[in-house]
């Protein structure tokens, strides 16, 4: 599974995140069946032939990342639609993914981070992350001349989330951060009632 999403240059090599369905059919969304990982390349290999891309092991969502705060059923939550990006420090790769199921105040605007240890080439769960970014897809690009991540992302609004629009995708935003963790919304472009 993946969606339209960034595609990385990273010391020579180029990155893009994928899931891949692992799990029973479970209702929508389905509960923990995707598994992320990534693929890469040497970006003056022939990114034609399959034997150039390496991938990374798969990282299943499990619900024990969950916080029990958020007090629903951890079986409609997963993630999906990663972003590759640099860390913060520019010496790992990290994915930011975007939590589906999102159901509660509690889970309201949240994403995960995961992490490449380019040694093993395995992906490791880091953290849970604040951000304007509903249920919905959004896409995250490095900026290397103001050294800022930049977003265009649905933002659930306590509107969305009074009403109970959990899957509501009529508030897109312009959100920025230094870090990967700590958010701003700069601006909301378009919204709609």
Known sequence: HCAPSPVTLFNGRLYRAMEIFDGPNLPDPPGGTYAALLIHADADGDLEHPSSWV?????????????????????????Q???AVPSPDRKEIWNILRLDGQRSQGSANKALLTRLNSTTGALS??????????????????????????TLSTNLTQKHIRQGTWNARNNLVLASSPDLVHWHVCSTLLTDD
Request: proline share 7%; hydrophobic share 35%; aromatic share 22%.
């Open 125 to 150: 769960f880091f953290r849970w992350v604040d951000m304007p970014s509903g249920s919905s897809k959004f896409t995250v690009r490095w900026d290397p001349q103001s050294k800022m991540y930049f």
């Open 81 to 83: 639609e990663g972003n």
């Open 55 to 79: 991938k990374t092991t798969s990282l299943r969502f499990q619900p024990d990342w969950l916080p029990s705060a958020w007090g629903t059923s951890s079986s409609i939550y997963t993630w």
